[in-house]
């Protein structure tokens, strides 16, 4: 239920930007180069217009062109540091498809979704401990200096431990399988070079009932902090979206392999199993003049009404049951919180983020528990073809990779939809709708932006590199007057505190 | 204030691997909290770099921000160190050395599959992107260069450790590598 969904669209773009007070909410991300987000106001501080900004390009879809296919999974992952496993894997099912093969051995495929949820674990852990924690423990407005994990470390030793741990088992399941914790190599076309030793699975299995116990925990506080502040929290920055995420073909979550499903933003389906080759049918990017970051948008429904969310609450609200009992159990509750329709709440992802995190604990321990984990059946091969499209569920949203190589096995063309630019129509809503919430008519302060950065940070975007950042920034607001003029300035300054002038 | 040892990091045209392997120190990370004290990172919300003993540097140079970021670093910082693959000679984004800025992004924009409204992004917004991509010591001097992609996170564990230890840095064989 939107509050006030009438003008948020109109806020993309002002009618009449000539005269109007322009106000840049710059986050560290301009010296990053990552993003900022920028708001016209007119005389009595009405909000015009407001734009988040992708300042990013990297240029991998023209470079990789000519790099054999096999350089694929280890080259594109160099994209995101964050969620490697999640590019390499997407690439390798790519290039599965490129040597013609449908069907891994059984050790490959586990072999790789044990990775995954290792990868899907550290990210949860880390995004909601080490950089939202801080916000949602202490408040959005605490003391710059200390709303971090060193604060969280001070104040709640015991809980930011967890979370260095939990993401630390993260990071360890991906060693295991991946070789080593940030880009390894293990996926090969058709395959894997290793499966996992029996006395890698002890170890692993040696710490498995701590870490879903500390999931248990984590789910809990994610919960009480949507609780303890229900009102302000069910309706902040909420925008009603369609939901788009894979699924197992019988409904089940699934973060490594299934079909294309959408819902529209009262639950019905839009599509289902869709065969995510085909994905070119259902989506398409818009480019817009101001981001580097394209607008996917759900083709049967147009551009205005396309835009779609992915990631954990996407995921949550789509699937129809998790096949493991505590998130399951987790889940029936989570859809609870929307009285029958889908949770459309944005800070409710931390929420599904925490369910998947459980989840995920859930789903290691069951594969290190199966028996083709350590076996010797490593790789197929097949007839080799000349396209490939690989799509995974990353931690923040459906990921596609797409390539088409010529003979000689050498990539001729490449598309890559990365999740957060699946977010990023839903991103720009949200802070619109925050703005007209929140800012529209008032003397903008502090932590008035920083509800800006709060909802672009529940989307957990990563831009490839530091996007988390760009939650975790500091703010400079210059009020610009129609000659360009700045005749307003707030900061907060790098010490952490907020200033004027 | 503390007089504990400063250190700021920022990740330029980087995938934030390098800094993952900062965090990938584990439960080291409350030995460190205690030793340093941390400036400007992508995990506080401290904005510009105050002056620093250690700077750290993820990513090469690919926009005009980059540049300045990189500037006010070495303006603030005593010892600057470049961390990683990307920022040592441009890593896998330097990749797109070898075609023009306009071929990558007629690439991305124009030509790409499934694109609408095929264009350009050009907002003044947008911050100006450079022809090539930079290593950082094209721009800046560098005190200290560690290889990896990224450098694993006991190297820089180890590196950590002398430097604020006053020791000579050494490396064990096994801990330089550049995978
Ligand atoms: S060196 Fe490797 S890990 Fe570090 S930023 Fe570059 S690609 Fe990422």
């Known amino acids: 239920m939107t509050k006030n969904n009438t003008d948020i669209e109109d806020l993309e773009t002002a009618q009449d930007p000539a005269g109007l007070r322009r106000v840049e909410i710059e986050p560290v991300t301009r010296v990053e180069g990552h993003g900022k987000v920028t708001l016209l106001l007119d005389e009595d501080n009405q909000v015009k217009q407001a734009r988040l900004h992708i300042t990013e390009f990297r240029g991998f879809e023209k470079f990789i062109q000519g790099r054999p296919y096999w350089e694929m999974p280890v080259l594109v992952q160099r994209l995101c540091g964050i969620c490697p496993v999640s590019h390499h894997l997407a690439a390798a099912k790519a290039v599965d498809q490129l040597v013609g093969v449908e069907q891994l051995t059984p050790t490959a495929e586990k072999v790789r979704r044990l990775m995954h949820l290792g990868q899907v674990l550290q990210s949860h852990a880390l995004h909601f401990f080490h950089l939202s924690s801080p916000d949602l423990l202490f408040g959005y407005d605490d003391a710059v200096a200390h709303r971090n994990i060193i604060g969280v470390l001070a104040d709640h030793p015991d809980l930011a431990k967890q979370g260095v741990l939990l993401r630390k088992y993260g990071q360890e399941v991906i060693r295991v399988t991946a070789g080593k914790r940030v880009h390894g190599n293990s996926a090969i076309p058709g395959g894997v070079n290793k499966a996992v030793s029996p006395e890698e699975r002890d170890y692993l299995l040696g710490d498995i009932e701590q870490i879903i116990q500390w ?9 009480k902090l949507i609780f303890q502040e229900l009102e302000y929290n069910r309706n902040f920055a909420l925008i009603d979206t369609n939901m788009l995420s894979i699924c197992r073909e019988d409904g089940a979550l699934d973060l490594y392999h299934g079909g294309l499903r959408a819902r529209t933003p009262d639950g019905t389906l839009i599509f289902d199993q869709v065969d995510y080759r085909n994905y070119g049918d259902y989506i398409h990017e818009q480019v817009k003049s101001w981001s580097y970051m394209k607008f ?23 699937c129809d049951y998790i096949d493991t009992p505590l998130a399951e159990a987790a889940r029936v509750e989570f859809r609870a919180f929307a009285d029958g329709g889908l949770v ?6 931390h929420w599904a983020r925490m369910v998947e995190l459980l989840y995920c604990a859930e789903g290691i321990k069951r594969l290190l528990l199966d ?7 490593l790789k197929v091969r097949g007839e080799m073809r000349n396209k490939g499209v690989g799509v995974i569920e990353a931690p923040r949203g459906t990921l596609f990779h797409h390539y088409e190589i010529d003979d000689d096995g ?15 129509r839903a991103m720009n809503q949200s802070i619109r709708q925050v703005a007209a919430d929140y800012l529209n008519g008032r003397e903008l302060t502090e932590p ?16 490839s590199c530091a996007t988390h950042a760009l939650g975790k920034m500091p703010l400079e607001l210059e009020l610009v007057d129609a000659d360009g003029a700045v005749v307003d300035r707030i900061y907060k300054n790098g010490r952490g505190e907020v200033g004027e002038g | 204030m503390t007089n504990k040892t400063r250190v700021a990091t920022a990740s330029l045209a980087g995938c934030f691997g390098c800094h993952m392997s900062i965090l990938d120190i584990d439960e080291r990370i409350i030995q460190l909290a205690d030793l340093v004290e941390f400036d400007r990172t992508p995990i506080t919300d401290i904005k510009e770099v105050g002056e620093c003993d250690v700077g750290i540097i993820e990513g090469g140079v690919c926009n005009a921000d980059n540049v300045e970021v990189l500037k006010e670093f070495r303006r603030n910082c005593k010892i600057l160190v470049s961390l990683g693959a990307c920022s040592i000679n441009g890593g896998i984004p330097a990749m797109r050395n070898q075609y023009t800025l306009k071929q990558c992004l007629e690439e991305s924009y124009l030509h790409g599959i499934g694109v609408e409204d095929a264009q350009i992004p050009s907002d003044p917004e947008i911050p100006l992107l450079l022809n090539k991509l930079h290593p950082i010591h094209e721009v800046v001097w560098v005190d200290y260069f560690l290889p990896g992609c990224p450098p694993p996170a006991d190297t820089i564990w180890t590196f950590l450790e002398e430097l604020l230890s006053g020791k000579p840095i050494e490396f064990a064989y096994r801990q330089i590598r550049y995978d």
């Open chain 1, 215 to 223: 999931g248990q925990g984590a789910l809990a506080l994610a919960k």
């Open chain 1, 344 to 349: 459309q709440s944005t800070l409710a992802y």
């Open chain 1, 448 to 463: 008035m932006l920083n509800q800006i950065e709060v909802a672009i940070r529940a989307y957990d975007p990563c831009l």
């Open chain 1, 410 to 424: 050498l990539v001729t063309r490449a598309n890559l939809i990365v999740s957060t630019t699946n977010n990023n």
């Open chain 1, 371 to 377: 028996p083709d984990i350590t076996g010797t059946e």
């Open chain 1, 296 to 318: 996917p948008y759900l083709r049967s429904l147009g551009q205005s009404d396309g835009s779609y969310r992915v990631g954990p609450l996407a995921r949550i609200n789509n």
